[in-house]
């Protein structure tokens, strides 16, 4: 790791004035920018650690509305009661991250402001029509994610929390990686009030992306056998040492079956 | 057997330490003064190195030192080795191409060391290191063996012509050429045996450290063998003469074989320290194991396997290329020859073998003896033949393999072995059962109704461990000899050290080399310390690898504590006044057979030393060493059968069971023994299914960290049935065969077998990952 | 530089190291507790997990200066002064080690596997939840067996209080 400087904010007003040093980065769980700073893939000048913030922690259900604070950790989402009757899916894909140990520390904010193209939860808010919430704006996630490891924010701008309805039906099947344990191809399939979504992570090129071809067919009928005969392009998918386009394309369809069959159980 | 002797489940002395925090690896010694090296690497996989500029580096915070090859070469350190002659056919020896510790004027794959760092902390030894500027010209680089030895590919040693170190062969072509013409059928495969990286979990470590004063180097270094890495470090590389040079494996995180060679780093630590004053630890980050650790495996055979019209094996004629990646690693010429081609008529009655192996230089890691070390890939290519020949021949695996076992011992083979005991049918009796192999047939209609592939496979290994006896080594080439020490010191207390040239990095000798002395004299075993691991304690000693700690340096203990007891006993008969020929000890007491006399075992440990009153002219003390040269090899066989269910959406891979019936002679300790086959059987899935080294074509590895490179976990394993049959090994006193590698060996073609059997195909590569399933059965459905 | 002061193993330490600096290696430089290893670079492999403020977390993936103020369990303070604690002592009766090197990480995180399962383990989910924890030697077999059988004996151990309690 190159030398850093650490900064432990106290509010998130504190957070984006020490984002003003030199070439800065916020610090939540760290799970992936830790990593990549200890490889010197990643070479902050500055660290602004939020994830002791108060402010930015925790779960509220109101209804079938759902808030996540940015520090929440994956454990803390996988373990909660409410979040796990008003969404269960999105629980039961927290639990699918990393390890026990990675989830104790890595953060929904995290994770969406890296936007890696395996990760887990760009799928899910994708699939949720979620809101980005920020310390300066609110972003639909259908704008927020805008390819491998980009996002719609801007310098300075601070993920407080991420919300969204609760769909009436909801699943996540991940294949994952079998040496990294990211998605390999992650699909996340909801139907609420305004239709069926369901948003692909870990195949696209350009990172997580909506499939056409799946709504379309679950559109017709939210039903595993409505995508029984599916043809997913490969076309636009990565192509790597584990998994050619191909084989991806095949595990959307799969995956995507099975976590509609997941959610109508 | 006691509680505490041979044959007993006991719990390991030495876990202690190591649940508790206590453990101490080469990581955690710490010298006063000590600082940090980082080494700069070749990121080319094949380049000239026109220009090393350091001059930046050195005036970076902290650094003590930047050294070059060349200063190296200066001062006569010498280039790295390899311990083993072959000769090609042809009579000439091999082209062994010239190793720098750090290399002067070429690199040869990615990775290769070319300059230290030593800094006062490995944060800033890491920032000078990227300091450093090296100017390389790029050379065309090859990672496949089968294409380096094409004319037009990049020559990578001056020393040898097409990268071919040697072309060899063994067994009788003529007859084996016959054989297949006259035969009525002939099995033709082409074998591909994936290449591997160990993966200790401990990464390897060096810690140099110069004594001006003495004029004195200690190395504190993660090794297999002490004691050959101090003998090469003095003989070959004039670090030092073996006088002035202790070298010190303390607890050694897993070897697997990658521990056993003696790598650049611990050589030019050791230089580093005298150049600059300073002691130099060295501590290798995991991509830079996966860099630079002896890889395993890498083979490419052909081979064709005739039978007679009663599926009796007639022949076996087998060619392979063997990568040997850019250097020739300590013993990487003995893998795919006599501990390879040795083993090819398995368990079968075999009247004629021929196997040609050519090995070749690639611009890859070094690739030496992974757990197992050519047996696994003698195995892999047998069992996957013999499987295809069943299916091709319309008979049962079983059935072919029991009509070709081998049944009477002693047995010669075509290939050097002489098998000693065994009964293979035994080992194959109890898979079967243990699998339920009759109920298959129905469970794969269950699977069926679920839509899944289930398939069923076996594997009949054999394997030759404790490779002995030296002379006979010696005459093939073999640079060391390969015996064990061993030196039984009784305390006049009546405890015991026993100092081994065996090394323990997980294999538990702290407890099953107790449980020997415990089973001797009755002493309990936490009475008893086994010492090992450093040159100034233990005398010279050839380590641990090939299976050969039980077999081998048990056999040293046991010919030691034989004198020990001869001693003891007139000592003690002398003092009961009893004839030498009536005393027995039995649970810590030194008896006269038939009377009430006795003495406890510390009184006349005590009596030894106090030497009041021993017998006439004897000398006091009781302390006896013993050599142990093994009349042969010893020869572990089993059988394995594995089970798995395929999901044909994805391409998964389920194991539902997985079966080991061993041979393993004489046990010591079952407990260790089962934990050795696990361990075994986890990496032999995981080379199966799982683990692959992978070079792009280029040179570099993409599968440098543990994102890429899947290393099997919990949840990719089942439980294990295994279970043992023995036939004690009349070639050693004790009748162990060894039991480190049986698991590695045994299992990659009983996966693939049955995975194969699922799908319907003849092959599968390995590892069989879930793309590679899927991929073959959506190109069985085209 | 960043002033550390964490809670170790029941002590209070404290210490002045470069803001670079992970904990793992305030652990072994700085206190001298090298039962916590490392043996990767990616945060997969597991041999660094301690427990942070009750959660079993990988060291080498959090600074020192990140932990300062928290409360941290590493192996050495796991056992109750010769008393091993039941994972410890379960990993010895089953064999559930053999080089040792993930040893310290495999019984930390089990200790905290257990603590999330009060209801008991399963063969499957003690498999699962060892996704963060490698190991070479063993094969798992006999870590699950450990687990499973640590698990057991501590909610025998729990029942067995709560019945005192009662």
Redesign the interface.
């Known amino acids: 790791m190159y030398s850093v400087n650490y900064h432990r904010a106290v509010s998130v007003a504190d957070a984006a004035k020490l984002l003003k040093n030199g070439d800065a980065k916020l610090l939540s769980g760290g799970m992936t920018l830790i990593p990549a700073m200890k490889t010197r893939l990643a070479a902050p000048s500055d660290l602004v650690d939020v994830s002791r913030l108060k402010d930015l922690q925790g779960i509220k259900v109101s209804g079938k509305t759902v808030t996540i604070g940015a520090a929440t950790t994956h454990y803390d989402v996988s373990a909660d009661d409410k979040l796990r009757k008003a969404c269960p899916a999105l629980a039961h894909m927290a639990s699918l991250i990393g390890d026990p140990a990675v989830r104790y520390k890595g953060t929904i904010g995290g994770s969406i402001a890296n936007n890696d193209p395996a990760a887990d939860y760009p799928a899910a808010l994708l699939a949720l029509g979620a809101t980005i919430i920020t310390n300066k704006r609110e972003i639909a996630a259908d704008k927020f994610f805008k390819g491998l490891f980009e996002t719609a924010l801007k310098e300075g701008e601070i993920i407080t929390a991420v919300s969204f309805t609760a769909p009436a039906k909801a699943a996540y099947e991940k294949f994952r990686n079998p040496a990294s344990r990211y998605a390999i191809v992650g699909v996340f399939v909801t139907k609420g009030k305004d239709g069926v979504r369901a948003a692909v992570t870990g195949a696209g090129e350009d990172g997580v992306f909506r499939s056409r071809e799946i709504e379309a067919a679950l559109a017709k009928a939210f039903d595993a056998s409505a995508l029984g005969g599916i043809k997913v392009p490969a076309k636009g998918l990565m192509s790597d040492i584990h998994a050619s386009a191909d084989y991806r394309a095949n595990l959307i369809a799969v995956m995507a079956k099975r976590a509609v069959a997941a959610a109508n159980a | 057997m006691g509680i505490e002797g041979v044959g007993a489940r006991v719990a390991r002395k030495e876990d202690k330490r190591f649940i508790t925090g206590g453990g101490r690896y080469v990581d955690d010694m710490v010298v006063p003064g000590m600082k940090h090296a980082v080494f700069v690497r070749s990121p080319h996989a094949h380049a000239q190195i026109k220009k090393i500029d350091v001059k930046k580096a050195q005036a970076m915070p902290g650094v003590i030192g930047v050294l070059t090859g060349k200063e190296l070469k200066a001062d006569g350190i010498g280039n790295l080795i390899c311990g083993w002659m072959i000769h090609s056919k042809d009579g000439s020896p091999m082209k062994m191409g010239a190793w720098s510790p750090l290399a002067v004027d070429k690199v040869r794959y990615v990775g290769d060391a070319v300059v230290i760092v030593v800094a006062d902390t490995k944060g800033q030894a890491r920032d000078a290191a990227e300091a450093v500027e090296i100017t390389y010209k790029e050379l065309k680089a090859v990672v496949d063996a089968t294409k380096a030895i094409q004319a037009g590919a990049p020559q990578i040693h001056a020393e040898s012509d097409n990268n071919l170190i040697f072309d060899w062969e063994i067994g009788d072509g003529k007859a084996t050429d016959a054989a297949i013409k006259s035969a009525a059928h002939v099995t033709r495969m082409k074998i591909v045996n994936n290449r591997l990286v160990p993966n200790a979990m401990e990464p390897r470590a060096a810690l140099g450290h110069y004594d001006k004063a003495e004029d004195h180097y200690t190395c504190w270094t993660t090794s297999q063998n002490p004691h050959v890495a101090r003998l090469v470090m003095s003989a070959f590389y004039n670090v030092a003469p073996e006088n002035k040079l202790r070298v010190i494996a303390p607890d050694v995180g897993g070897g697997f074989g990658s521990k056993i060679y003696i790598y650049p780093e611990e050589i030019v630590c050791l230089w580093a320290s005298k150049k600059t004053g300073v002691p130099v630890k060295w501590v290798a980050d995991r991509t830079e194991s996966f860099l630079s650790d002896a890889h395993g495996r890498d083979h490419v055979s052909t081979v064709e396997m005739a039978f007679d019209k009663d599926n009796r094996i007639t022949g076996l004629k087998v060619d392979t290329i063997a990568n040997l990646g850019a250097y020739m690693s300590l013993f990487s010429s003995c893998v795919p020859t006599y501990l390879y081609a040795t083993l090819l008529s398995g368990q079968y009655n075999i009247p004629a073998i021929h196997a040609n192996v050519r090995t070749v230089y690639t611009n890859t890691a070094p690739v030496d003896a992974y757990r197992g070390a050519g047996r696994p890939e003698a195995t892999y290519l047998l069992e996957r033949t013999m499987e295809t020949a069943a299916r091709e021949l319309g008979v049962s695996p079983a059935e072919l393999r029991r009509r070709n076992f081998i049944t009477s011992f002693p047995h010669q083979t075509p290939v050097i072995m002489n098998y000693d005991a065994g009964d293979y049918n035994a080992s194959l009796d109890a898979a079967m059962k243990a699998s339920d192999y009759a109920g298959f047939t129905r469970r794969k209609a269950d699977a069926a109704k679920r839509g899944k592939l289930r398939g069923i496979g076996m594997s009949c290994y054999i394997e030759a461990c404790g490779i002995a006896p030296s002379a006979a080594v010696g005459s093939l080439g073999a640079g060391v000899g390969l015996w064990e020490s061993a030196e039984v010191r009784v305390n006049a207390v009546g405890t015991i050290e026993v100092l081994t040239g065996s090394h323990s990095h997980g294999q538990g000798h702290e407890t099953t080399f107790a449980q020997l002395v415990n089973q001797r004299f009755g002493v309990p075993i936490d009475s008893v310390s086994i010492v090992h691991g450093d040159t100034d304690k233990v005398q010279m000693g050839m380590g641990t690898y090939g299976s050969r700690s039980g077999a081998v340096g048990m056999s040293a203990i046991a010919k030691a504590l034989d004198k020990v007891e001869a001693k003891a006993k007139k000592i003690a008969a002398h003092l009961l006044e009893a004839d030498e020929g009536d005393i027995v000890i039995e649970n810590g007491e030194v008896k006269v057979a038939g009377t009430d006399k006795s003495l406890p075992w510390f009184q006349v440990a005590l009596a030894a030393y106090t030497a009041h009153n021993l017998p006439a002219g004897m000398e006091p003390g009781l302390k006896e060493t013993a050599f142990y040269d093994p009349a042969n090899f010893t020869f572990p066989a089993g059988c394995y059968i594995s089970e798995v269910e395929i999901d044909p959406e994805t391409g998964v891979t389920d194991i539902i069971q997985f079966v080991a019936a061993d041979d393993f002679g004489n046990i010591i300790n079952p407990m260790i023994v089962e934990g050795q086959v696990h361990g075994g059987i986890a990496q032999g899935i995981g080379q199966a299914l799982l683990e692959g080294a992978h070079y792009d074509g280029s040179g570099q590895l993409l599968t440098a960290s543990y994102m890429d490179y899947t290393m099997p976990r919990a949840g990719d394993l089942p439980s294990f049935k295994v279970s043992t049959s023995n036939t004690p090994c009349p070639s050693n006193p004790l009748g162990i065969k060894g039991c480190g590698e049986a698991g590695a060996i045994g299992s990659p073609p009983a996966i693939i077998n049955a995975i194969t059997d699922a799908l319907g195909v003849v092959d599968i590569a390995m590892p069989a990952s879930p793309s590679t399933v899927w991929s073959a059965i959506r190109a069985k459905k085209h | 530089m ?1 002033d550390v002061s964490l809670t170790v193993n029941g002590k209070r330490v404290s210490g002045s190291v ?3 600096t ?1 904990l793992v290696h305030f652990l ?1 430089e700085n206190l001298g ?15 660094c ?1 301690v427990h942070v403020d009750g ?4 060291s ?4 020192a ?2 932990a ?1 103020g928290s409360t941290i369990v ?3 303070g ?2 109750n002064g010769a008393e ?1 604690h039941p994972v ?1 002592a379960a ?3 089953h ?1 559930g ?8 990480g495999m ?1 930390m ?1 089990a200790t ?2 257990i603590a ?1 399962h009060p209801q008991g383990l399963d ?1 499957a989910t ?20 450990a687990i499973l059988a640590a698990s057991q004996a501590m909610s025998k151990g729990a029942k067995g209080k709560a019945k005192q309690a009662a």
């Open positions: 960043s470069e803001d670079r992970l072994r507790l090298t039962g916590t290893h490392v043996g990767c670079d990616t945060s997969q492999c597991g041999t997990v959660r079993a977390v990988k080498c993936t959090m600074l200066a990140q300062s590493t192996i050495e796991l056992a091993l410890q990993f010895k009766e064999h080690l053999q080089c040792g090197f993930c040893t310290p019984i995180a905290d596997m999330r063969e003690v498999r699962a939840e060892l996704d963060g924890n490698i190991c070479r030697c063993t094969g798992y077999h006999n870590i699950v067996k």
